[in-house]
């Protein structure tokens, strides 16, 4: 964001403004703030502030004789220095061990679990991306024939987490081809993902003899079957749309059914999420940063888990611009570090 010179001032009257917005949801006068202010200041330098902030896009008056609300700008540059401030370490959330317990095998229970903690803490909408297949690295993999037409994929993590997954592929192979195809890949791409087996095979496959080319052929086929169908699906838990639905206050009635017909359109805001998914820290979009038809009354917290150094999925909480930021903001970052550390020591 390019911002124009503001002095400490100016800031702190900023988030005077938005701190009293967010929990009142009304234009917030000049003799409010100057009641409100730890230091010692006059109507006449509030209103001369406040029109500043205006001039520069961070505040709007909806009605002449009426105080001031934060536009999208302000709340940004609000949640900026929040972030700024590194509230982070100094305000995680005690979350029980219980919420977080993952048996052998149960991954999708602990992220529907998550999504519930997520949205009951907030008192908003959770949601958890969970982790593609093809992009995490594996210590054992097999494929599994399950019908003419189905494999299933076993995929077990450096850390002994267990991932599943089914795929469609036409008429392809029988078992014992699956089985030698499994061990070629234990054999020769532990530690990497299917995304990089792929792209090995599709550039290698020539120089092989034509005694491997057929099962390699039959391989290279099912790993772009797979990846192409893991593109087009959504791998996303989703909970509290009641507690959306139980703020008519902060929502127009309209623009929430047009959130929620998005929301089924899992797919696409999986998509969206998954440009964010690398980031080293909280994230937070306001408004029309979402990129979401419609949806311009909306705020978006979010942050990743995963394992050391690979990034798995993404969690956070959908809810109106209106939430206290800076409460939600340490809770998405402690439960994703919770999740990481759960993973992590699942072995």
Same mark, same amino acid.
């Given at each position: 964001?390019?911002?124009?010179?503001?002095?400490?001032?100016?800031?702190?009257?900023?988030?005077?403004i938005?701190?009293?917005?967010?929990?009142?949801?009304?234009?917030?006068?000049?003799?409010? +703030?100057v009641?409100?202010?730890?230091?010692?200041?006059?109507?006449?330098?509030?209103?001369?502030?406040?029109?500043?902030?205006?001039?520069?896009?961070?505040l709007?008056?909806?009605?002449?004789?009426?105080?001031?609300?934060?536009?999208?700008?302000?709340?940004?540059?609000?949640?900026?220095?929040?972030?700024?401030?590194?509230?982070?370490?100094?305000?995680?959330?005690?979350?029980?061990?219980?919420?977080?317990?993952l048996?052998?095998?149960?991954?999708?229970?602990?992220?529907?679990?998550?999504?519930?903690?997520?949205a009951?803490? %907030?008192?908003?909408?959770?949601?958890?991306?969970?982790?593609?297949?093809?992009?995490?690295?594996?210590?054992?993999?097999?494929?599994i024939?399950?019908?003419?037409?189905?494999?299933m994929?076993?995929?077990?993590?450096?850390?002994?987490?267990?991932?599943?997954? *089914?795929?469609?592929?036409?008429?392809?192979?029988?078992q014992?081809?699956?089985?030698?195809?499994?061990?070629?890949?234990?054999?020769?791409?532990?530690?990497?993902?299917?995304?990089?087996?792929?792209?090995?095979?599709?550039?290698?496959?020539p120089?092989?003899?034509?005694?491997?080319?057929?099962?390699?052929?039959?391989?290279?086929?099912?790993?772009?079957?797979?990846i192409?169908?893991e593109?087009?699906e %959504?791998? +996303?838990?989703?909970?509290?749309?009641?507690?959306?639905?139980?703020k008519?206050?902060?929502?127009?009635?309209?623009?929430?059914?047009?959130?929620?017909?998005?929301?089924?359109?899992?797919?696409?805001?999986?998509?969206?999420?998954?440009?964010?998914?690398?980031?080293?820290?909280?994230?937070?979009?306001?408004?029309?940063?979402?990129?979401?038809?419609? +949806?311009?009354?909306?705020?978006?917290?979010?942050?990743?888990?995963?394992?050391?150094?690979?990034?798995?999925?993404?969690?956070g *909480?959908?809810?109106?611009?209106?939430?206290?930021?800076?409460? *939600?903001?340490?809770?998405?970052d %402690?439960?994703?570090?919770?999740? %990481?550390?759960?993973?992590?020591?699942?072995?």
């Amino acid at each position: 964001m390019n911002l124009p010179r503001l002095r400490e001032k100016d800031i702190y009257i900023l988030n005077l403004i938005v701190e009293s917005y967010l929990k009142a949801g009304k234009p917030i006068s000049s003799g409010f +703030i100057v009641q409100k202010s730890r230091f010692p200041v006059s109507s006449a330098t509030v209103r001369n502030i406040m029109a500043k902030l205006e001039e520069h896009g961070f505040l709007f008056q909806p009605h002449t004789s009426a105080g001031r609300i934060p536009t999208d700008k302000g709340l940004k540059l609000h949640v900026s220095n929040l972030l700024d401030e590194a509230i982070l370490p100094k305000k995680q959330i005690d979350l029980p061990s219980e919420d977080f317990s993952l048996k052998k095998g149960d991954f999708n229970s602990l992220l529907n679990q998550v999504s519930k903690i997520l949205a009951e803490y %907030s008192d908003n909408l959770g949601f958890v991306i969970s982790p593609k297949i093809s992009n995490v690295n594996f210590h054992h993999l097999r494929f599994i024939k399950i019908s003419e037409e189905k494999v299933m994929i076993v995929l077990i993590t450096s850390y002994n987490l267990v991932l599943t997954e *089914i795929v469609e592929t036409g008429s392809f192979a029988a078992q014992v081809e699956l089985d030698k195809a499994s061990q070629y890949i234990n054999q020769n791409f532990r530690g990497k993902n299917l995304i990089y087996i792929r792209d090995y095979l599709l550039q290698e496959l020539p120089k092989y003899k034509i005694k491997y080319e057929n099962i390699l052929n039959k391989l290279t086929r099912l790993l772009r079957s797979y990846i192409t169908q893991e593109d087009q699906e %959504s791998h +996303i838990f989703l909970q509290g749309t009641s507690k959306l639905l139980g703020k008519p206050d902060l929502f127009d009635m309209k623009r929430l059914q047009v959130l929620f017909q998005n929301i089924e359109e899992k797919a696409k805001l999986t998509r969206l999420l998954s440009d964010f998914i690398s980031l080293a820290k909280v994230k937070v979009l306001i408004g029309p940063e979402l990129s979401i038809p419609n +949806i311009s009354e909306c705020s978006l917290v979010l942050s990743h888990y995963g394992y050391h150094s690979q990034v798995l999925g993404s969690l956070g *909480i959908i809810g109106p611009k209106r939430i206290p930021y800076e409460k *939600i903001i340490p809770l998405v970052d %402690s439960v994703a570090k919770r999740l %990481s550390q759960t993973i992590s020591f699942s072995h």
